[in-house]
């Protein structure tokens, strides 16, 4: 009951938001609410027991992507131009109108939240839950699906990871940068006493809870994307405080490309090894004298991968971002 | 029984803190008094709270979990807040010193 209660809350705290963000103009005011969006987005998994999804969405959603969103702003504009509209536009209100009421038509085909008979429910699911705890030797579920029985679609994420960064370097990477200055608000900002101290105090305990979620990921909610975000926002946090150079001197972007490529090479790397052993693509449990201990091995290391190409990948489109209004 | 009461008690205040933390944010004329109001009643709500869960949950590994975030917030949400009022005193916003007089403070 007090669930429902809570559900429909956040639901409709989400909805305001959402119109909210349509209706603002000023782009920071937006960034600010897309943050809270994901954030209740996050506490609504959370509700739901979704942890390891909920963890993600808050440090995706709501951390990186706001840091990201803002070094984009802050190399454009912050206003949104106001479109004036001198005509009605009936016919995109009728298609919007007309494909939301077939979306909702076809919500009532779906099973209830939850439902026992549902094909989500009734194919592989039974499956992982009897089996994973005992082929895989790891208490969180969602871990042994996501790097062991998933891991070829994990790798695809990873990749797409890593093709975001690869791309923004290609957009916006080497070394011609903009002249003129004057934009980038990272750059020159002196903070204060309090800022820096504060700063240098909780940037280790970010890095050790970074490295507590790396490796914890096998026994409760967390695992290498998580990790990475959580790492590359420690990383971020002194670039803002302390500067671009300071950052950059701290971790040089060359070693950054070279940690992005090694998490994904670590990743396939793990399947080539499975292959060379015997086995199939990415089946760890080929690694190891027994069959667990194998498992335990493969998802470890592949973790170890996803983390590191996170971390290193969110990193270098950040810096990027930030190094563009540099002279 | 006596710390079930006390940890409600505990709960309670935190989230009336909460709300009075939200009222003010609507009252307050300006960024900074509203700052005050957002920043000084929610490190006190955040840290009630903590406490009265840390409470509810008796000596484990999630009270030291709990003591991690209280320590946490202890330190993030002042500075957060001197940050926020810092940045907004560079942004060139002075506060508001007097009661105008056509002004929409009650």
């Given at each position: 009951m007090i669930e429902v209660f809570i559900d429909i809350i956040l639901l409709s705290f989400i909805a305001v938001t959402a119109v909210a963000i349509l209706r603002m103009t000023n782009l920071f005011a937006i960034i600010m609410l897309f943050g809270i969006f994901s954030f209740l987005s996050a506490s609504l998994f959370a509700v739901m027991d979704a942890v390891d999804v909920a963890f993600t969405e808050a440090a995706v959603g709501a951390g990186i992507s706001t840091v990201l969103m803002l070094a984009t702003i802050a190399l454009t504009k912050t206003q949104k131009e106001k479109v004036s509209?001198?005509?009605?536009h009936w016919l995109p209100l009728s298609v919007v109108i007309v494909t939301g009421a077939v979306l909702v038509y076809g919500t009532l085909d779906l099973p209830a939240?939850?439902?026992?008979?549902a094909p989500a429910q009734t194919h592989v699911a039974p499956y992982y839950i009897d089996k994973a705890v005992e082929e895989?030797?790891?208490?969180?579920m969602v871990t042994s699906v996501l790097a062991s029985y998933r891991g070829f679609d994990t790798l695809g994420e990873v990749v797409v990871v890593f093709t975001a960064g690869v791309a923004v370097l290609l957009l916006l990477g080497g070394k011609h940068r903009i002249s003129d200055t004057g934009t980038n608000e990272i750059e020159k900002n002196e903070h204060s006493l309090i800022l820096r101290v504060v700063a240098k105090f909780l940037i280790p305990l970010i890095i050790v809870f970074a490295l507590y979620v790396q490796f914890h990921g096998d026994f409760g909610p967390g695992g290498g994307f998580q990790a990475g975000v959580i790492l590359s926002a420690a990383i971020i946090l002194y670039t803002l405080v302390f500067g671009l150079d300071a950052a950059e001197r701290v971790i040089p972007p060359s070693i950054l490309r070279i940690l992005a490529s090694l998490g994904v090479l670590i990743y396939t790397g793990v399947g080539i090894v499975t292959i060379l052993l015997g086995g199939n693509y990415l089946n760890y449990s080929v690694l190891g004298d027994s069959k667990v201990a194998g498992q335990h091995l493969g998802i470890l290391l592949v973790e170890l991968g996803v983390g590191i190409a996170v971390f290193a990948v969110l990193l270098v489109i950040f810096l990027t971002f930030a190094g563009r209004g540099r002279p | 029984m006596i710390i079930d009461i006390l940890s409600w008690i505990l709960l309670l205040g935190g989230g009336l803190l909460g709300i009075i933390g939200g009222i003010g944010m609507h009252w307050f004329p300006d960024v900074y008094s509203r700052q005050h109001a957002a920043g000084t009643t929610d490190t006190l709500c955040a840290m009630l709270i903590l406490l009265g869960l840390a409470l509810q949950a008796g000596f484990s590994l999630v009270t030291f979990k709990l003591a991690l975030i209280f320590i946490f917030l202890l330190f993030t949400n002042p500075t957060a807040s001197h940050a926020l009022a810092n940045a907004a005193m560079q942004g060139g916003l002075r506060p508001q010193l007097e009661r105008t007089a056509g002004g929409d403070n009650p």
């Open positions: 509209v001198s005509h009605r939240f939850g439902d026992p008979e895989t030797g790891l208490p969180n | -």
